[in-house]
C-alpha cells in the first residue's frame, strides 16, 4: 500500500472531511477522492461513509485509522532519522495570534525559513482558535491553553501583562486605586470580558465597562494612548508607549495574573519540524525577557 495513500486515509478520517484533509495535505480533493478509492479497493473494505457535512469512519474504518496513523507516524520518523544533519523540507502550516503574530513571532518563522530553505512555511494570522486539525494546520501559537483539550501543548515562554492609561486620562479622570474603583472608569475592551487581578493570594474579578471596543489589541492601545480609557494589554503591546511615557502603568498593587504562550499541536509523534519551531520560539522568549518580562 502507497504511504501516501495511506497518510491520505488518516488525514481525512481526522479531519472528517474530503475538503479540510485536502487543505492540510496541500493537495487537490480530486487526489484525496482518487487516494481513498485506492484504500478501499486495496483492503477490499469501505472504510469512510461519505455525507452531505463530510466523511465519517465506518466500523472498519475506525479500527483501520489507528493502525494507519502509528504506521505513518513510524514512517515520519524514519524519513526525518535518513535526513542530512539538521535539514528540514516540506511544508510546515501554522496558525499565530493577530495580536503580536506579526510584529513578534514573525521574525522567527522568517529565521526558520532562512536556515532551512527546502522548508515551506505557511503562516495564517488570526485571534480565532482555529480548529488545528480541521483547518489542517501542523501547530498554532496561542497564548492560552484549554486544559480540557485534546490537543497536546508545549509551554514556550511567559506572557506578562498590566493596566495602562494616558497621562491626559489620568490626570482628567484619576487613577483607580482598587479594582473595585474601575467600574467608575472607561475600560478599552476587547467584547464582554471579565478583569482579573491578584490580591495577594487571591484573585479579584471585575466587569469593567466602556463605549470604545475592538478586536485588535493595536487598536486598543492606540484609543487608550489618545486618552480614551483605561486598557488591559500584555507587556510586548505596551512596552514601547510606558517607555517614551505615552502610556503609564496603573493599579500596580493588584498586578495582572501571569499567562503564557504555548505551541498547540494535534495529538501524536511531533513532526520535527513543530519541534525546530516549538526550540526556536522558547529561545526567543529567552533572548527578549525585556519585551515579555521574566518568567515567575
Not at 501542523?138 to 498590566?162: E, F, M, T, W
Not at 484609543?223 to 505615552?246: E, F, S
Request: hydrophobic share 45%; aromatic share 6%; charged share 20%.
Amino acid at each position: 500500500m502507497d504511504i501516501e495513500d495511506l497518510q491520505t486515509f488518516v488525514a481525512v478520517a481526522d479531519a472528517g472531511g474530503i475538503s479540510a484533509a485536502a487543505r492540510r495535505l496541500g493537495v487537490s480533493k480530486s487526489i484525496v477522492s482518487r487516494r481513498l478509492v485506492r484504500v478501499e479497493a486495496e483492503l477490499g473494505v469501505q472504510l469512510l461513509a461519505r455525507t452531505t457535512r463530510g466523511a465519517a469512519l465506518t466500523e472498519a474504518g475506525m479500527t483501520f485509522r489507528d493502525h494507519a496513523a502509528r504506521a505513518s507516524a513510524e514512517i515520519d520518523t524514519a524519513k526525518e532519522a535518513i535526513l542530512p544533519a539538521g535539514e528540514l523540507r516540506g511544508r510546515l502550516r501554522v496558525a499565530m495570534p493577530l495580536t503580536f503574530g506579526p510584529t513578534h513571532f514573525a521574525p522567527v518563522l522568517a529565521e526558520m525559513a532562512y536556515l532551512y530553505p527546502q522548508l515551506h512555511i505557511h503562516t495564517s494570522y488570526s485571534d480565532r482558535f482555529v480548529d488545528l486539525i480541521g483547518e489542517g494546520f501542523d501547530c498554532a501559537i496561542r497564548g492560552a491553553y484549554l486544559q480540557d483539550s485534546d490537543l497536546n501543548a508545549k509551554r514556550v515562554g511567559p506572557i506578562h501583562g498590566k493596566l495602562v492609561a494616558s497621562p491626559h486620562y489620568i490626570e482628567a479622570n484619576g487613577s483607580p486605586g482598587t479594582p473595585g474603583e474601575l467600574v467608575t472608569h472607561q475600560a478599552l475592551l476587547q467584547g464582554t470580558e471579565v478583569w482579573q487581578f491578584m490580591d495577594g493570594d487571591k484573585i479579584v474579578t471585575v466587569q469593567p465597562h466602556g463605549r470604545f471596543k475592538a478586536d485588535s489589541a493595536a487598536a486598543l492601545v492606540a484609543a487608550a494612548a489618545a486618552g480614551l480609557g483605561i486598557a488591559r494589554l500584555p507587556d510586548c503591546i505596551t512596552h514601547q508607549y510606558v517607555a517614551c511615557g505615552t502610556l503609564v502603568p496603573i493599579m500596580t498593587r493588584y498586578p495582572v495574573p501571569s499567562g503564557a504562550a504555548y505551541v498547540v499541536r494535534p495529538p501524536g509523534h511531533p513532526a520535527r519540524k513543530v519541534r525546530v519551531l516549538t526550540d526556536m520560539l522558547a529561545e526567543y522568549f529567552r533572548r527578549n525577557t525585556d519585551i515579555w518580562g521574566l518568567d515567575g
